[in-house]
Nanobody, 124 residues
Framework: QVQVVESGGGLVQAGGSLRLSCTVS????????MGWFRQAPGKERDGVSC????????TYADSVKGRFTISRDNAKNTLYLQMNSLEPEDTAMYYC?????????????????WGQGTQVTVSS
């Protein structure tokens, strides 16, 4: 009954931009911290960015600071990730999920709601 749908991925050249979106239904989106996670082939799934329920606090992995911006629109039950200055190292499947740590600390983990993912591929 919980639906989490990511979109906006694609193939871009290094230095390009993409905007990912995640639309959520079946849970109380406005009360949850949300995050973006990514997984490259053969590697673990890592947290990219987290945002608290009201957007007051955002956190980013060191590798994306200054390049990615997370935001949310609670009225639309939608989470966004603006990705600029993309690098080949950003290539991964990107997932949207609720976050266990409501305060969005420097270390955060996905909770129970994973989407199907959207592929981001950055060519050099």
């Amino acid at each position: 009954q919980v639906q989490v749908v990511e979109s906006g991925g694609g193939l871009v050249q290094a230095g390009g931009s993409l905007r990912l979106s995640c639309t959520v239904s079946g849970l109380t989106f406005s009360a949850l911290a949300m995050g973006w996670f990514r997984q490259a082939p053969g590697k673990e799934r890592d947290g990219v960015s987290c945002i608290t329920w009201n957007g007051e606090t955002t956190t980013y992995a060191d590798s994306v600071k200054g390049r990615f911006t997370i935001s949310r629109d609670n009225a639309k039950n939608t989470l966004y990730l603006q990705m600029n200055s993309l690098e080949p190292e950003d290539t991964a499947m990107y997932y949207c999920a609720s976050v266990r740590e409501s305060w969005c600390g420097s270390l955060f983990h996905a909770h129970n709601y994973w989407g199907q993912g959207t592929q981001v591929t950055v060519s050099s």
